[in-house]
């Protein structure tokens, strides 16, 4: 192995490191900012988060605009990409203030397995937009991911159903809107720089409209302590996320997501208290190895491991291919919402 291989595979350990510890102690200092006796306002806790992620994004896009190339194509085409990010910037700004809340009512290991069922419910949703496609393997991959993750949930000690449906509503927004962007960004449109932005400017409209407490001003003011070292992590987490996402491959980013889960949980129970059954630790367990099964085959269409679900599932590579040549429920969906949004613009 060369000295060059050897540096590459030293800085992807790093980056991947460095977005595990950032990633969890950031989710970690959420958790507590939100206790009842600290900062429990997840609205504002967002709105100072994402105000000073635009202040840094537009202050680099001054002073190094080469950074931002896609803010050319904002300026020229503002009414396709308002048409488009405003329900994006809607459903951002509902996952982060959803999840932020549910702190306050459950813990971040149930909340951690609950999150495990995002990848069946992003294969729900494109299914059903027609970006996916039903086969065995994938069909069988997703009920296994979304049993194991029922299994880990259905355990808890302290359930609470307010903290359940804040965190489903958040789950059902992210995935909604990661299917959405996949159809915007997947038409062949130029917009793939410059959207960060116009996303967290959409974001700050729809926080500045939710709901508002007196005793806000107050607390900023006494845990001022606590929220500027929280906003510097969020930034580092951006950054640190950003530059994962164009050193690493898809695999690696997978596989470092899947670490953070364990470490996650395992901290949370063993540093922090939270209490876990061994049902559950078992069904997380088997989660993610669901998770793991889908990365791969997602990643290797054609790899070994399809290839042995579908010998043990009994599915033939005549079926198999049957079944991707169909489009699920929407014939050619995000050429379609592509050309549909195309064409509001042009008539407005």
Same mark, same amino acid.
């Given at each position: 192995?060369?000295?060059?291989?050897?540096?590459?595979?030293?800085?992807? $350990?790093?980056?991947?490191?460095?977005?595990?510890?950032?990633?969890?102690?950031?989710?970690?200092?959420?958790?507590?900012?939100?206790?009842?006796?600290?900062?429990?306002?997840?609205?504002?806790?967002?709105? $100072?988060?994402?105000?000073?992620?635009?202040?840094?994004?537009?202050?680099?896009?001054?002073?190094?605009?080469?950074?931002?190339?896609?803010?050319?194509?904002?300026?020229?085409?503002?009414?396709?990409?308002?048409?488009?990010?405003?329900?994006?910037?809607?459903?951002?700004?509902?996952?982060?203030?959803?999840?932020?809340?549910?702190?306050?009512?459950?813990? #971040?290991?149930?909340?951690?397995?609950?999150?495990?069922?995002?990848?069946?419910?992003?294969?729900?949703?494109?299914?059903?937009?027609?970006?996916?496609?039903?086969?065995?393997?994938?069909?069988? $991959?997703?009920?296994? $991911?979304?049993?194991?993750?029922?299994?880990?949930?259905?355990?808890?000690?302290?359930?609470?159903?307010?903290?359940?449906?804040?965190?489903?509503?958040?789950?059902?927004?992210?995935?909604?809107?990661?299917?959405?962007?996949?159809?915007?960004?997947?038409?062949?449109?130029?917009?793939?720089?410059?959207?960060?932005?116009?996303?967290?400017?959409?974001?700050?409209?729809?926080?500045?409209?939710?709901?508002?407490?007196?005793?806000?001003?107050?607390?900023?003011?006494?845990?001022?302590?606590?929220?500027?070292?929280?906003?510097?992590?969020?930034? #580092?987490?951006?950054?640190?996320?950003?530059?994962?996402?164009?050193?690493?491959?898809?695999?690696?980013?997978?596989?470092?997501?899947?670490?953070?889960?364990?470490?996650?949980?395992? #901290?949370?129970?063993?540093?922090? *208290?939270?209490?876990?059954?061994?049902?559950?630790?078992?069904?997380?367990?088997?989660?993610?190895?669901?998770?793991?099964?889908?990365?791969?085959?997602?990643?290797?269409?054609?790899?070994?491991?399809?290839?042995?679900?579908?010998?043990?599932?009994?599915?033939?590579?005549?079926?198999?291919?049957?079944?991707?040549?169909?489009?699920?429920?929407?014939?050619?969906? *995000?050429?379609?919402?592509?050309?549909?949004?195309?064409?509001?613009?042009?008539?407005?």
């Amino acid at each position: 192995m060369d000295v060059v291989s050897r540096i590459e595979i030293f800085e992807t $350990i790093a980056l991947g490191s460095s977005l595990i510890l950032v990633s969890m102690s950031m989710i970690r200092f959420n958790k507590f900012l939100m206790h009842p006796d600290v900062f429990p306002h997840s609205s504002a806790l967002t709105m $100072i988060h994402m105000t000073t992620s635009l202040v840094v994004l537009g202050s680099l896009s001054i002073v190094k605009p080469q950074w931002f190339p896609g803010m050319a194509n904002f300026t020229q085409k503002k009414e396709l990409y308002l048409h488009c990010f405003v329900p994006l910037g809607i459903m951002f700004a509902v996952t982060l203030y959803t999840i932020n809340q549910a702190y306050l009512y459950c813990s #971040v290991t149930f909340l951690q397995f609950m999150k495990e069922a995002n990848v069946g419910i992003g294969f729900i949703i494109s299914w059903i937009v027609g970006l996916q496609k039903i086969d065995r393997v994938k069909t069988f $991959i997703v009920l296994w $991911i979304i049993t194991s993750s029922c299994a880990a949930i259905s355990g808890e000690f302290a359930f609470h159903w307010a903290g359940f449906f804040l965190q489903l509503t958040g789950q059902l927004c992210e995935c909604t809107r990661a299917v959405l962007m996949e159809m915007i960004l997947g038409g062949g449109e130029p917009v793939k720089d410059g959207s960060v932005e116009l996303h967290v400017m959409m974001s700050l409209l729809v926080l500045s409209a939710m709901t508002w407490d007196d005793r806000i001003p107050e607390r900023l003011i006494n845990c001022w302590h606590y929220l500027v070292p929280n906003t510097i992590l969020a930034i #580092v987490l951006n950054l640190v996320l950003a530059t994962c996402l164009t050193r690493m491959t898809a695999m690696g980013f997978l596989i470092c997501g899947v670490v953070k889960d364990i470490v996650l949980v395992t #901290v949370s129970a063993v540093v922090f *208290r939270e209490q876990v059954r061994y049902q559950q630790l078992y069904a997380f367990l088997a989660t993610l190895v669901g998770v793991w099964l889908w990365a791969s085959v997602q990643v290797s269409p054609n790899g070994r491991i399809r290839r042995y679900l579908q010998w043990l599932l009994w599915a033939s590579d005549t079926e198999e291919r049957a079944a991707t040549e169909r489009t699920a429920l929407v014939q050619k969906a *995000r050429k379609s919402f592509v050309q549909g949004s195309l064409e509001a613009t042009e008539n407005a």
